[in-house]
């Protein structure tokens, strides 16, 4: 509850790096930041920065497109279906209002300075950080967007940020360039490198495993191992009647006996294997085993009772972790009650007259 109510009065900025590193996970990143209580911020010049990533993509596929018809302009003729002008132009704007609507306001604008084209230039003859110390004049993208988010939290925003940056113009200047935002701006800025999100997911998992661990009851205890009972019963076995009573016969029998690995990696792989047969009633006992070599005579189970074994799965996952490893050992155990073995044969050889007593 206190790092939550810490967590209100911080902002995180976005560089373009962690942006990269995250690729197809940023409305998770997002997701869980907020839920942690940050304040989320990207600069208009890493929105550009990525459009300008996606448009590149897009120019090397026409480009090599081009090659191909040049290569091959006696044999092809190549019919574009968009002007490549016109998607790029697109795909800006798409991505834009995507920014937008995960960020809304807090999207940082380009610094308003009418003098930031001739600070920049200063600040690159004298290799000031985020311009890196070489002779190169690496760092003209890095000092618009420090500039920026100084110009922006002069003004506005929280008292506490930290800009998430794998950047060695800003991780090797840390010191310095903190001590600026500091000066110009009287908050405090840290700046931590993209493992730090990291960190603040293995801080949360850690809390919610000590936190389940503690609150567990004897009455969710029990009835978790009821539910675990009768969900796997009902995997195993299957019940029929008849006028007079109820028998119960085993879907399935194995000749090995499955180890807690096995099934963990069964319940791995149980979603996958549901999605394969999504539109069948049924589901072969070996498609979810995933051991055709060691089970006799397989039979089929309703794809109903397979989704709810997922469904309990995830429960404890996300209700239980901490017994998560039990789970697969109580499960292996349910299973191996249908593991056969061959009778020891003791090759008796009655044949042999000194072995007889008689």
């Known amino acids: 509850m206190e790092e939550n109510k810490q967590a209100e009065k911080t902002a995180i900025v976005f560089d373009t790096n962690f942006i990269v590193e995250h690729a197809g996970k940023v409305n998770s990143v997002i997701k869980t930041l907020k839920e942690k209580g940050y304040q989320l911020y990207i600069p208009q010049v890493v929105v550009d920065e990525r459009k300008a990533h996606r448009c590149n993509e897009l120019l090397n596929k026409y480009n090599t497109v081009r090659e191909l018809e040049q290569l091959l302009d006696s ?3 190549v019919s574009y279906k968009v002007d490549v ?8 704007d798409i991505m834009q209002k995507n920014y937008e609507r995960k960020f809304g306001k807090n999207i940082i604008k380009y610094s308003k300075s009418e003098e930031i084209f001739s600070i920049i230039l200063e600040r690159a003859f004298k290799k000031i950080p985020p311009f890196v110390t070489d002779k190169s004049d690496k760092g003209f993208k890095d000092t618009l967007m420090w500039l920026s988010i100084i110009d922006y939290f002069r003004t506005n925003g929280e008292e506490n940020i930290i800009l998430l940056t794998s950047d060695n113009g800003f991780i090797k200047s840390k010191n310095e360039l903190e001590q600026e935002f500091k000066t110009k701006t009287n908050k405090i800025l840290k700046i931590e490198p993209n493992t730090f999100y990291t960190d603040i997911i293995k801080e949360e998992q ?3 495993i000590i936190q389940n661990s503690n609150n567990i009851s004897e009455t969710e205890i029990e009835s978790l191992s009821d539910e675990i009972y009768d969900c796997i019963f009902n995997i195993c076995n299957k019940t029929i009647d008849d006028d007079f009573q109820e028998y119960v016969l085993n879907r399935f029998t194995i000749n090995m006996q499955f180890t807690e690995k096995d099934i963990e990696n069964i319940f791995n792989r149980l979603e996958d294997n549901i999605n394969m047969h999504i539109l069948e009633r ?7 085993l995933e051991k055709n070599e060691c089970v006799i005579e397989p039979g089929s189970i309703s794809l109903k009772l397979v989704k709810d074994l997922l469904k309990l799965y995830k429960k404890i996952q996300q209700r239980y972790p901490t017994l998560l490893q039990q789970f697969y050992v109580t499960v292996a155990k349910y299973i191996n009650m249908h593991c056969y073995k061959e009778p020891k044969n003791y090759n008796i050889n009655m044949n042999i007259d000194e072995d007889v007593p008689f």
């Open 282 to 288: 049924n589901i072969d006992i070996t498609d979810i």
């Open 75 to 77: 044999y092809i003729k």
């Open 85 to 92: 002008d016109r998607l790029e132009s697109t795909h800006k």
């Open 206 to 208: 850690k809390d919610n």
